[in-house]
């Protein structure tokens, strides 16, 4: 396994920085550290310096924004049916979109 290049001087994190919170504040602060799938120094030190950090979606957002997004894809294939005038093509697609929408809306 190859190993990692060492860092220089400038680019090792060797100052710590203290600061006081309340319980509640740490508390919030590592759940949304957790959230990020940051550790709580990397997600301070993103928010200092400018950068937003993101919450990660849980596994079930990510499932229901890949059922959008093939939800997606069919709507442009009807679109391309529906331009080409193929109207048996436009039904199937909003068959496929039906059957994956019943699911999601629990119908």
């Known amino acids: 396994m190859p190993m990692r290049p060492k860092k220089t001087e400038s680019q090792r994190l060797t100052k710590t920085v203290l600061f006081r919170l309340t319980e509640l504040e740490e508390s919030q602060l590592k759940r949304t550290a957790a959230q990020c799938g940051m ?6 030190r993103a928010a200092i310096f400018g ?3 993101k919450q990660r979606l849980t596994p079930e957002q990510q499932k229901l ?11 442009s294939r009807i679109t391309n049916h529906w331009r080409s005038r ?13 059957e994956k929408l019943k699911p ?4």
């Open 65 to 75: 924004l890949e059922e959008v997004r093939e939800i997606r894809w069919n709507m």
């Open 39 to 44: 550790s709580v120094s990397d997600y301070c």
């Open 104 to 107: 999601l809306l629990n119908l």
């Open 51 to 53: 950068t937003t950090p």
């Open 86 to 98: 193929d109207w048996p093509g436009v039904r199937l697609e909003l068959d496929r979109i039906v």
